[in-house]
């Protein structure tokens, strides 16, 4: 994004404060196309006003241009299931956050018995973990031509299309790539890859069929030769693979070529390259070992360019421990630091509580939240936890910071209507909120008991203490 | 660096008997294989998504004083930098040729033109330099410096994010110490049955983690000390570090028990029997007597592992205490930002490492210092451990044998790549695998594969 403060943004506005767009004043819409959190589009006014006015009009592709990711945005697929990969502003997640998590495609090749196909295409589209309140998953199916055969790998890819998951077509043969895209060209796949010596038949496959292109080259002056010349020729949806060698000096080389692409187009500035990148840990593949040797290499690729840039990867491996550590990898990567995980405030029964349970406060950060949770439930504690809203901050934090203050805790008590559950008035305040302790007891009127500092030692802190004398 | 004994290579005949295991349907005994303290029993059932965050990693590596400590720390992360702010200053793009609108204008019977040659074009890498560089720590002491270590160890010298030698060379990879202790500690199982015959002697378990899986430091935690355990005495407990130092020859790194009021007497006494060795006091915290330790490595000639719970804001506080009231030299200070694991914080353990990091390049010199990781905390996470999933609707977990090392390994890359230069790790493979990579991407493994195009083709 070229403009960086709200009040660049504000100049292209109506600023008539109509507020058709959800937000009071078009400072604070200028505000959130910034955090990126809307488009320039939602913009009801200044729409409608460019159909009329090409001066306006003019001026919303002026705003739309400067407020466009560095790094271009990449659809593979279609509807519900299809995927973005791009998108990113920054270099480090903590200047802003990255956006569109790296796309994972699982290998598919069209000389593989039936049987065999089937069964791995069930495992990625079935392959779930849950985490953090939600399941995590994989994207897609990479289909590879190995059979040279237009005919059969038609066949596959239209098998394959019925599952509905997003695609990448992997065939260097022009002839065998026209073949699959007559098939499934609506669904949106991504074609891999033109090279040197395909690039005209594959430009213009991706020019005949709308589908979103892989150009591969090595050497990075190819490689953005390709792309000027994908680009000038009027295609939009370009991959850059800067081609993943496995192993030594090659890999180092990869990392160095991965690096250098994300970091030239976005502060650097050059658009030419200012693409979604591809990494193919599936290359780990081709090392001397045995299945187990391949698969953990392939993952500690993975890993690697999860947190180094890549934003669409094939990977081969389907066990557990390479999916469970690669989802949760990327996950963790493209969490936004700057919206704290938070759950809901209110009041959370753990097992099965009655009126004479012990009564617990504890704050709406996510990982705090979650750790008490499970301790009081893993040490089978009947209680109720208090969950405050304290903007997604930790104890420590939001004690300083004054978004856990007793007043906050006396609304808290009134909203959830605890004193009807229970037959006493105690509250167990978190070990690090001790110097709140005074406070809540003259604003609540409850008598307020410091806990331990850490909630795992709740059960040892119970028998001494509760119930209270 | 010392290369390692177990070889890659070692380390995959060796999971290969669990892939053996798994096709046989053996089923492996035993739900938890964390000996979980009393009072702290594991609901499997719990619908726990963040399970472990303190609970887990406490019983489990308390004792080892890399342990993570208060999560809720984490949260002061959240100060991150105005987004509006900061406007890197760049040179201007080059204009891109507008596209022909013929071309742009496909028609729907698609009459496309192609052109008859590539356009021809540059890259030219953007560049990065830093105005600052990471002190370089020196770990261990030979003869001729006073001390009995074969080979010393040199943390830090960066003057570039980790592996851009593109950018600048990096004078030091990253090192690896294997984790000991001077009593039986709570271990997880495919941890455990690699030190099975030498969890009782401290001196042989050194040798082990040197000699067979190539460790390039060992750290000895006198776990022992704990008052709520066997209560050793300082003077008594470091009889341990003598036996240590004279089993190996690689520098040595003590840690106390955790407990803030003992350890300061531990790690005073250690600095005595260590003179002349530079070993690592590990470790000065805000909340303890760090002008105690500090003092003990200045008259003995030691490091201090400055150690800050995930707060790049603490972590400068106490650099600057151990610096302008300690009045320690730069050059005698490691940092420990506390990790957490994959999972379980590690992004908000990598990002407060990478902008430490990145602080320090810039020019802070209160935070230019090496920095260590506590990756065996990759340990407490369940996925590490479990026999299977606790959550009903999870896919199958598969076997925990190679879940395990596997976190270990992805935790420590990806703080490899905050800039992390020692970590503090206890599973041989997973110790293989990191430094395999890490020293791939320093430019100290040769050669590559035929073509890395031939994936594209594999018939199987």
Known sequence: MKVKSPLEVYKFLPQTNCGECGFDTCMSFAAHIIDRSVKPESCPPLLKDAEKDPKIKKKLEQLIELTSPEVAEVVIGRGDMAIKIGGEDVVHRHEMTYFNPTGFFYDIWDTMSEKELEERCSKVIEFKKFYVGKFLTLDGFAIRCTSDDPETYKGVVKKVAGYGKPMILVALNPECMRAALEEVAEEKPLIYAATESNWREFLKLALEFKVPVTIRAKDLDLLKSLALT????????????????????????TYERVVNLRRTAIQGEDRDIAFPIMVTPIAAWLIEGDDVEKAYWETVLGSLFIVKYADVMIFRS????????????????????????????????????????????????????????????SANISSWLLVLDTEGLGVEVSVAGGQFTAG??????????IEEKVNHKVLVIPGLAARLQGAIEDETGWTVKVGPMDSGRIKGWLEDNWPPE | MVMGKMSIDQFFELLKKYDIEVLEGV??????????????????????????????????????NVAMGHLNNVSNLLGMPNPFAAAPAAPAAPAAPAAPEAVAEVAPVPEVKIPEELVKAKFEPFRVEYPGKIQEVVLGATKKDGGTRGEVVVLGGERSLPFYLFDAPQPNLPAIAIDIFDRKPALAKAVREHYEDVLEDP??????????????????????????????????????????????????????????????????????????????????????????????????????????????????????YLLKRAEMRPEDIVMDPTTAALGYGL????????????????????????????TTNAWGAREAWMVSSPIEEDSDWGARELRGPIWEIVTGLT????????????????????????????GKISGSVADPGDWIFMKE
């Open chain 1, 318 to 377: 389907l066990e557990p421990y390479s999916l469970l550590p690669l989802v949760t990898l990327r996950f963790n990567i493209y969490t936004d630091p700057r919206t704290p995980v938070q759950v809901e405030p209110g009041l959370k029964p753990i097992a099965e509580p009655d009126e004479s349970s012990p009564v617990f406060i504890t704050t709406n950060f996510a990982l705090t939240y979650y750790t008490v949770e499970s301790d009081l439930t």
């Open chain 2, 347 to 374: 992004d908000y353990a990598f990002t407060n490492m990478e902008r430490i990091r990145i602080s320090g390049l810039r020019g802070d010199s209160d935070l230019a210092f090496p920095m260590s990781s506590g």
């Open chain 2, 415 to 442: 703080l490899s790549l905050a800039g992390v230069d020692m970590f503090m790790m206890m599973h041989p493979g997973a110790v293989a695998v990191l430094k395999e990579i890490m020293e791939t991407l320093g």
């Open chain 1, 230 to 253: 994908f680009k000038n020729a009027g295609v939009n949806e370009i991959v850059l693979d800067p081609v993943t060698e496995p192993l030594g000096e090659g890999l180092k080389g």
């Open chain 2, 203 to 320: 001196a042989d378990w050194a040798k082990k983690a040197v000699k067979k899986f190539g460790a390039d430091l060992v750290t000895l935690h006198l776990i022992s000390t704990d008052p709520l355990l066997e209560d050793t005495p300082a003077k008594e407990a470091v009889k341990v570090l003598e036996d240590v130092l004279q089993a190996v020859k690689v520098p040595i790194i003590v840690g106390g028990s955790g407990n803030k009021e003992k350890d300061p007497e531990v790690l005073e006494k250690a600095a005595e029997v260590a003179e002349g060795e530079r070993i690592m006091l590990a470790s000065a915290t805000l909340d303890m007597d760090w002008e105690r330790i500090a003092n003990a490595a200045k008259n003995h000639g030691h490091v201090v592992l400055s150690w800050t719970q995930m707060d790049i804001n603490n972590q400068k506080t106490l650099n600057r």
């Open chain 1, 408 to 417: 906050k805790v006396k609304e808290l008590i009134e909203e959830t209507k």
């Open chain 2, 27 to 64: 089923t492996i005994e035993g739900d938890l294989e964390i000996e979980v303290e009393e009072g702290a029993a594991v609901d499997q059932s719990a619908l726990a998504y963040l399970y472990t965050v303190v609970q887990e990693i406490q019983n489990f590596l308390y004792y080892a």
